[in-house]
């Protein structure tokens, strides 16, 4: 009766076993590579068949961890533009599985592709992250032959540009000085060419490029309005390659290759311009000797392989543009050399399966310098910005749908806020700036986990904390602090939340609250003739700035994911903002900090998006509608007014069509609602002196800029099966030569005898219709190898 009795419990305990035994799982791992050229395919997806729900995506080094039912697993690898891969995994513990996938189309196997994972866009809590696939951004028409990444991305809805011939762009009524711009995880501050004309940022060596303006994920701070993230080729760890291009302002080269085969690699590019460097021979004799201008940028990458566990990059780039100036019948000259230089030294570790450990240690400097004079009289101004960062990110996966990404972040400051030193003669002139130091830190933890079939949450908490430090002179009471002394610490919380409810197998419903602080402010004053980025930190007077943001869009795929749409709506809040006082005159002996005024702002607005992603005919249309004020109290009388960038409509076409293997067509229509400035009302005069009256803070808009692009790719032999291929773009920049407003001035006509004085608006205009030619090649060693193999 004993032993009948306990047969029950027995059952019960043999039952519980197998239900154990069935609700266990192991962990599928590994990287996901090109198999051409080693480089990791961010975002490839991974999914098994055999359990329906369970899948996950590739981080930014290609690692991918996922949590599978123990036994028979198949087991599929995607990535866009690449054959998918299927496996049959049999898991009784866990497995380490590294998986290369071949690229779809042989004429696309000398580019890495930046794409994504199927359905993505409605599978992920991600709003308002959008990929470039640097493939296209080379097909677009460009300025002057130069294939810029930046200006692709104001091509994309909320992306505005900072205006014709800018690198400069606003997101989300955020100003330029608040896009966190990234390098292989380096801050770049000043990302642009030529004043502008330009981005620092050599297409060829560009591996990677995604803007993020909707939910910042925690693990980035610093600025308020978007992220663009740009990675570098990692080198091709197979083969032995070349590519670059010959234009009409600049030619650039590309050298990559493996150190030890399928262990390490390296690349090696650089770019540099020289139209004024063909024109030296009719500047001789001229005023103008020795009048000069180019820009140069060196872009190095070399990775190593030490064990399947670890892998160490490093990474760096120097650029620099350099202008000599002479008017000698005047005696005038100036030098105005300025650049970005960064380094970046990373150590990838796997602790297990599920644990991804990054260590990283970044270098980055940026200078501005001015030297120039007239006579006896010579003037020299320096400003800019040193950062030594570490951090340390792990990435953990405990379960299937649910990662956990933790990290600790610190930065030491070096700024340099405009020095200037004059002499006339045996007199010498100081404005006695002095070097800032600041430290800044941060700790964040974010948790994405798939809470039900239906809804999936990344939630994040981001703690940052700044202080600035001696050696300082308070402004407030004089008092000295000493070398490393405490004068102003600042703390921010800040809250991420995004969610996505899934409303079916193509279609999301997207919402997400942002909080971010920016500690550092740009202080460029457009009445100043110089292009003299000034960066000071949060002190004793000036507060950091903070930014919160609504979000909530609608995301649906359709045409067999050919097709992708979105509609997003945001609202912005924006405290501490910086601005100069009224009536503020540039004067290199002025004090900034005692010039600035602070106040509030706020942006809203919604931004339609469809994208045609396959076929001969490929593209988006982007249109953003918006709204962005600025308030402060010493300025418009404490009225809110328009921000200089607030532009109504904004409204991007971009098409690609590939008309025969040997012809591919682009074209790229933009228009934008004119942006807004104070205007000139009325002159009178006092004492027979002519006064200007202005109007309301930037209560006048420029007329609307439009333009159209188009371009034209040739390849004349796109199937050879020779290791050398080439081929011909030709670029029409402004087709129809709008002549779009650069910039408004006054011309003042007066008549002090008879009381009478007028001022009449000019538009000055930059751009004509520009055409360009550029003659792009590439060489591999194992291009026959690979079209034998595929």
């Known amino acids: 009766m004993t032993d009948f009795k306990r047969w029950p419990l027995a059952l019960y305990l043999s039952f519980f076993l197998l239900q154990l035994a069935a609700q266990e799982?192991?962990?599928?791992?590994?990287?996901?590579?090109?198999?051409?050229?080693?480089?990791?395919?961010?975002?490839?997806?991974?999914?098994?068949?055999?359990?329906?729900?369970?899948?996950?995506?590739?981080?930014?080094?290609?690692?991918?961890?996922?949590?599978?039912p123990a036994g028979q697993q198949t087991v599929q690898f995607t990535y866009l533009g690449y054959d998918p891969q299927v496996f049959e995994v049999n898991l009784d513990a866990p497995l380490r599985l590294n998986v290369q996938l071949a690229e779809s189309g042989i004429a696309l196997q000398e580019v890495v592709v930046k794409a994504r994972a199927e359905d993505e866009n409605v599978r992920s809590t991600e709003m308002g992250t959008i990929g470039l696939q640097m493939a296209k951004v080379k097909k677009l028409p460009a300025l002057m032959g130069e294939v810029d990444v930046l200006k692709a991305i104001q091509l994309l809805p909320g992306v505005l540009?900072?205006?014709?011939?800018?690198?400069?762009?606003?997101?989300?009524?955020?100003?330029?000085?608040?896009?966190?711009?990234?390098?292989?995880?380096?801050?770049?501050?000043?990302?642009?060419?030529?004043?502008?004309?330009?981005?620092?940022?050599?297409?060829?060596?560009?591996?990677?490029?995604?803007?993020?303006?909707?939910?910042?994920?925690?693990?980035?701070?610093?600025?308020?309005?978007?992220?663009v993230d740009i990675q570098m080729k990692e080198g091709n760890d197979q083969h032995y390659a070349v590519e670059g291009g010959i234009g009409l302002v600049a030619s650039r080269i590309l050298l990559e290759g493996p150190i030890q085969r399928g262990k390490s690699a390296f690349m090696l590019s650089a770019r540099r311009t020289y139209a004024l460097d063909l024109a030296q021979p009719f500047l001789d004799n001229t005023a103008f000797a020795g009048t000069n201008y180019y820009f140069y940028d060196i872009n190095a990458k070399a990775n190593y392989r030490f064990s399947d566990k670890d892998r160490l990059f490093f990474s760096a780039y120097f650029g620099r543009d350099v202008l000599n100036f002479r008017s000698n019948g005047r005696d005038f000259a100036f030098d105005l050399p300025y650049g970005n230089a960064t380094a970046t030294l990373r150590w990838n570790h796997l602790f297990s399966d599920k644990l991804f450990m990054n260590v990283t240690t970044v270098y980055n400097d940026y200078d501005f310098g001015f030297r120039g004079g007239q006579g006896d009289f010579r003037i020299r101004l320096d400003s800019g910005v040193k950062d030594w960062n570490g951090k340390i990110d792990l990435e953990y996966y405990p379960a299937s749908g649910h990662r956990l990404k933790a990290g600790l972040v610190y930065t030491y400051h070096q700024l340099t806020p405009s020095l200037a030193t004059a002499t006339n003669g045996e007199a010498v002139f100081s404005n006695n700036a002095k070097i800032r130091y600041a430290h800044e830190s941060a700790a964040y933890l974010l948790d994405e986990v798939q809470v039900s079939s239906w809804l999936k949450v990344n939630a994040g908490l981001r703690l940052s904390s700044f202080s600035q430090v001696g050696s300082y002179v308070s402004k407030i009471d004089g008092r000295l602090y000493g070398p490393g002394e405490e004068v102003a610490t600042y703390f921010g919380l800040e809250p991420r939340l995004s969610a996505n409810i899934k409303l079916g197998s193509t279609s999301a419903l997207k919402t997400g609250y942002t909080r971010t602080y920016q500690y550092l402010h740009l202080v460029s004053n457009s009445t100043s003739t110089l292009p003299a980025d000034v960066w000071v930190p949060s002190s004793e007077l000036i507060r950091p700035q903070i930014g919160d943001q609504l979000a909530l869009g609608y995301f649906r795929n359709f045409g067999g994911n050919?097709?992708?749409?979105?509609?997003?709506?945001?609202?912005?809040?924006?405290?501490?903002?910086?601005?100069?006082?009224?009536?503020?005159?540039?004067?290199?002996?002025?004090d900034l900090e005692e010039e600035f005024v602070f106040g509030t702002g706020r942006a809203y607005g919604m931004e339609l998006f469809v994208q045609k992603k396959q076929g001969d005919f490929t593209g988006w249309v982007g249109y953003t509608w918006s709204r962005t004020e600025r308030t402060f109290p010493e300025i418009n009388q404490g009225r809110p007014f328009p921000a200089v960038y607030d532009r109504r409509h904004d409204l991007s076409i971009v098409a690609n069509y590939q008309l025969s293997p040997k012809w591919e067509l682009g074209g790229a229509f933009i228009?934008?609602?004119?942006?807004?400035?104070?205007?000139?009302?009325?002159?009178?005069?006092?004492?027979?002196?002519?006064?200007?009256?202005?109007?309301?803070?930037?209560?006048?808009?420029?007329?609307?800029?439009?333009?159209?692009?188009?371009?034209?790719?040739?390849?004349?032999?796109?199937?050879?099966?020779?290791?050398?291929?080439?081929?011909?773009?030709?670029?029409?920049?402004?087709?129809?030569?709008?002549q779009n407003p650069f910039f408004i001035y006054y011309a003042f006509e007066s008549d002090p005898a008879a009381g009478t004085a007028s001022a009449s608006a000019l538009q000055v205009s930059l751009f004509p219709v520009i055409p360009a030619v550029t003659w792009n090649f590439s060489w591999s060693s194992g291009r026959e190898k690979q079209q034998k193999q595929y």
């Open 562 to 590: 050919s097709w992708e749409a979105s509609i997003e709506g945001y609202y912005r809040w924006l405290d501490n903002q910086v601005d100069y006082r009224e009536n503020y005159v540039d004067n290199v002996a002025n």
């Open 25 to 68: 799982t192991f962990t599928l791992s590994g990287y996901i590579t090109d198999g051409g050229t080693g480089e990791a395919l961010i975002g490839a997806a991974v999914a098994s068949r055999d359990s329906a729900g369970r899948g996950t995506v590739a981080n930014t080094y290609g690692f991918y961890a996922l949590n599978l």
């Open 671 to 738: 228009f934008g609602s004119g942006n807004a400035y104070t205007p000139v009302e009325r002159l009178y005069f006092i004492d027979q002196f002519p006064v200007q009256q202005y109007g309301a803070r930037n209560s006048a808009r420029l007329p609307d800029y439009h333009r159209l692009d188009l371009s034209a790719t040739f390849t004349p032999k796109p199937d050879a099966q020779k290791r050398f291929r080439s081929s011909w773009n030709f670029s029409v920049y402004n087709t129809y030569s709008r």
């Open 161 to 227: 540009s900072a205006g014709e011939g800018n690198a400069g762009f606003y997101v989300r009524g955020g100003g330029p000085d608040q896009n966190l711009v990234l390098l292989d995880e380096a801050l770049v501050y000043n990302p642009g060419h030529l004043l502008g004309f330009f981005s620092v940022f050599n297409a060829d060596a560009i591996r990677n490029t995604t803007l993020i303006k909707g939910g910042m994920p925690a693990n980035y701070g610093g600025r308020l309005s978007s992220v």
